[in-house]
């Protein structure tokens, strides 16, 4: 009985060391003084520019919205994963239902280190793993922008979950395998501005990656196969590569893809469909120079001919 005392001891003790380990590993990091100084002001027109760009009304407006109806953040916009199904928030100028009563040190904490307000994770369902690699001046200007916007009653459902999903403070260790804020792609000294300009864009604010980048079993981005195409994260369809030798686009040039964006019409003039229709939507608002830049970058990244699925390779002979 006294060695069963002692085991019973040693396990507890090694059970509330590994929960303080956990613990400790998991709190949610807020930024620095250094980091909210960079943030500025803001400015109202350059927000609706990252506005547009970051799509953020295909999923917090209600579905089907059109024109100004678009600016009515209200959430409830569904997406169904394998862990669950996860519920766009209220993020309209609202006090009580939605963003209204937030500052701007709680809203760059939101989109740059996924934090709420209240102090708790976000689940990257909310692309800040993207965002995270956003100017902070950009997220400056949109927070003055949002706070234009109507505010608007109505608190959207929780997110459905199942367990272990369900427990946010996981979240902490996806970070640290996951969440940074150092570019995606290394590109060399001397590279153009204009494709510097499309690495923020797409990396950023457009979250490209987000679809189009195939994802590890814990939901993180599978960076050495950037762009390269991926399971779509409802349903069985998938995700077309976009990288210069992605099959669907290879053939396309820089002013095919700038087209692309702004009209909805590819070379051979099919038509946008699928979800693209709404990220094209937001990208026909940006300028032309936004959307060159945006086709110069994805001319300028590394290619991954295989793409998703990975092809298996021919057997010799």
Known sequence: MAVFRKLAVAALALGGAGAAIFWWLTVPEKLG??????????????????????????????????????????????????????VAPNISSDPNDGIGGWSLEDFANAMLKGVSREGQHLYPAFPYASYARMKPADVADLYAFMKTLPAVQGRAPDHDLAFPFNIRRGLGLWKHLY???????????????????????????????????PRSLAGGSEKGQWLAGAKAAEGDGVVPNITPEGKDISGWSEGDIAGYLETGFTPEFDSVGGTMVEV??????????????????????????????????????
């Open 33 to 86: 003084p250094e980091a909210l100084a960079a943030l500025g002001a803001g400015d109202t027109a350059r927000g609706q520019r990252i506005f547009d760009a970051g799509g953020c009304a295909s999923c917090h407006a209600k579905p089907k919205s059109e024109g100004d109806a678009r600016l009515q953040l209200v959430g409830g916009v569904e997406l169904k994963t394998p862990f669950g199904t996860f």
């Open 280 to 317: 094209q939507k937001n990208m026909a608002r940006l300028t032309a120079e936004d959307r060159e830049a945006i086709a110069a970058y994805l001319k300028a990244i590394p290619p991954h001919p295989n793409g998703y699925p990975a092809q298996a390779p021919k057997p010799a002979g």
């Open 179 to 213: 969440l940074s804020d150092a570019p995606v792609v290394a590109f060399a000294e001397g590279t153009p501005e204009k494709v510097l300009h499309g690495q923020d864009l797409v990396e950023g604010a457009g979250h490209c990656g987000e679809c189009h980048t």
